[in-house]
């Protein structure tokens, strides 16, 4: 006889409510705090939650993570094979938007994906950082730049139109 459990879904979305944000820090802290106690109010002051539901509900996701990495390693599928797999899209896509979206993949699961500043990078600006790298990197040749002519097309009558009357209507809301 095959049971069918009906799971809530864990949807992790940004917004005003952090009902379903993923918590990793929280998780990770109530994991390590779950060795020196099991009491939910002690969990909730240790890990920074605001109420013992959110406790509850943080306890939730870590079953349902837990029990999503089983399912997947059931499945057949563990970290070298999910790895090996987006290497061989990769390896053997033709197409140079496959290969960028698995390369954008591996870097957002490294967590590379956004550019966050930190406090020693704030003092310069990435202006900066670029002109002193150059500077340190000058015995490497440049490489030599493509010169190509720009051909401008031609703006079509009826555009060159409705551009002037833009233009016209913006001057009369400043006279």
Do not use: C
Not at 108 to 130: C, I, P, Q, R, V
Not at 147 to 162: Q, S
């Amino acid at each position: 006889m095959n049971i069918e459990q009906k799971l809530k879904p864990v949807i992790f979305i940004k917004g005003d409510y952090n009902y379903h944000r993923q918590n990793d820090f929280q998780q990770n802290f109530i994991l390590k705090a779950l060795e020196i106690t099991t009491d939910p109010e002690e969990l909730r002051k240790m890990a920074g939650l605001k109420t013992v539901a959110e406790v509850y509900r943080t306890l939730d996701k870590l079953a349902i993570r837990k029990e999503y990495h089983e399912a997947l390693l059931r499945a057949g599928y563990d970290l070298d094979s999910i790895v090996g797999g987006i290497k061989k899209a990769i390896d053997n896509s033709e197409s140079g938007t496959i290969k960028l979206r698995g390369f954008q993949m591996l870097l957002k699961s490294l967590g590379l994906d956004t550019y966050d500043a930190t406090a020693a990078d704030t003092k310069n600006n990435w202006e900066e950082t670029l002109k002193k790298r150059a500077e340190q990197e000058e015995d490497v040749p440049a490489k030599k730049l493509l010169e190509y002519d720009v051909v401008i097309p031609k703006t079509p009558e009826g555009e060159k139109e409705r551009v002037s009357e833009d233009e016209s209507m913006g001057e009369s809301l400043y006279e």
